[in-house]
């Protein structure tokens, strides 16, 4: 029998290896600041951030952003293999950016990053104990060695 996506829906259980990220689901309000990219450090762009699982819970996808707010428009696809800790992130967005990153998740602590020649990046971010806000700010590197401080963000619902 040839298996199509009506053959397939409710046949997967969530995916034992995402469980972990259970606390992220739902929808998020975004706040970006102390952004080396806004005007002014005094600055602040909010958005919108969605956290659900896709295909039937094989994966884990974020959708994220706000064209009126001027945050991009981005989808992230989140899985991992199950014999490893780490993560792997598929990241686009509407700026034709594409990217592949790694990512950790223990202990409410949220940690992704990305190295890449000429720009690496790293995420830090916490989820509160009520499981409400996650606080996290964003580095980057032209050469690996040397980091600087990109932007702080807030997620709260």
């Known amino acids: 029998m040839f298996v199509t996506k009506k053959t397939m829906k409710n046949t ?15 929808n998020w309000d975004m706040e970006i600041f102390n952004a080396s990219f ?22 884990l996808q974020i959708y994220q952003g706000d064209k009126v707010a001027g945050t991009p428009l981005a989808s992230w696809l989140i899985s991992r293999d199950e014999s490893k800790k780490e993560f792997t992130i598929f990241y686009y967005d509407d700026r034709n950016v594409s990217r592949i990153y790694q990512m950790s998740f223990d202990n409410r602590i ?3 990053w990305r190295k890449a020649p000429g720009f690496s990046q790293r995420f830090k971010g916490t989820v509160s104990k009520d499981g409400k806000s996650i606080t996290a700010s964003w580095e980057n590197s032209t050469n690996g060695r040397v980091w600087k401080h990109d932007f702080d963000m807030i997620y709260s619902r």
């Open 12 to 26: 997967f259980n969530l995916n034992p290896s995402l469980k972990p990220l259970e606390v992220l689901i739902g």
């Open 38 to 59: 806004l005007p002014d450090m005094s600055s602040k762009v909010r958005g919108k951030a969605s956290f659900e699982w896709t295909k039937e819970g094989a994966y």
């Open 110 to 112: 949220w940690e992704i």
